[in-house]
């Protein structure tokens, strides 16, 4: 798997956008960008993926850039509930590849304030 | 609630002891994973079964060992255990081996080593 770099914490204010940055440079033409959290000690929750199209659902938005080397998860609204740790992960998501499972970096802590 | 079961949810033993940690994927997922999370390792792929098989190894140890049963549930085997095995270990189920790359994680087995 490519590595991901993120940045060790960020602070975000109740109400508006996180933005949360990831670095992929070694990324491969067949790794997917997935975003999970995981909110204190419960078990990591799946949010996002994408390959190179920006991708939006009921949870956030991940656009990656046309190289591919960076993605950015935002969260519209940020609440109290989105304080977690955010794991971006690259991997390889196709039939056939012996590559089945999910590296989790550090990750970036993120505390939402009121 | 992902839909992932796992008991017991707290576990306290002594070294030396063996602990039986169980899981139950979603129904209809096929593709269980365990993870350890100890507070100075981050999340760490142990292994994965598919239906009934092992399809991927990652660091575990060879005091550990796992099974998936026919009906599809899963367990993880702790012998000899060491005050450094005290942890949260995680389940993880999915649908196929590979794919979208969405795992449903249960809320954790924390065990302490005494």
């Known amino acids: 798997d490519a590595k991901t770099t993120q940045p060790t914490s960020m602070d975000c204010a109740e109400g508006r956008a996180a933005n949360l940055p990831c670095n992929h440079s070694t990324i491969s033409g067949n790794e997917y960008v997935y975003w999970y959290r995981q909110i204190h000690s419960q078990g990591p929750q799946y949010i996002i993926h994408?390959?190179?199209n920006n991708e939006t659902n009921e949870m956030a938005s991940l656009i990656i850039t046309e190289d591919r080397k960076s993605s950015t998860l935002i969260l519209p609204h940020a609440t109290l509930r989105d304080t977690a740790v955010y794991y971006c992960?690259?991997?390889?998501?196709?039939?056939?590849?012996?590559?089945?499972?999910?590296?989790f970096g550090a990750g970036t802590t993120v505390t939402v304030r009121a | 609630d992902s839909g992932v079961t796992q008991t017991p949810k707290h576990l306290i033993t002594a070294t030396g002891q063996r602990v039986t940690l169980r899981c139950s994927p979603r129904?209809?997922?096929?593709?269980v994973y365990w993870y350890q999370q100890s507070l100075d390792q981050g999340l760490q792929f142990l292994i994965q079964?598919?239906?009934?098989?092992?399809?991927a190894k990652g660091n575990i140890l060879e005091r550990f060992s796992a099974q998936q049963f026919p009906d599809l549930h899963s367990e993880l085997n702790l012998s000899s255990l060491e005050l450094g095995d005290s942890a949260l270990y995680f389940c993880?189920?999915?649908?196929?081996?590979?794919?979208?790359?969405?795992?449903?994680f249960g809320e954790g087995s924390r065990l302490t080593v005494l």
């Open positions: 079964y598919y239906n009934g098989e092992e399809r």
């Open positions: 994408g390959l190179k």
């Open positions: 129904s209809g997922d096929l593709s």
């Open positions: 993880a189920s999915s649908f196929r081996s590979v794919g979208t790359g969405e795992l449903f």
């Open positions: 992960i690259v991997r390889v998501a196709e039939r056939g590849s012996n590559d089945y499972k999910l590296s």
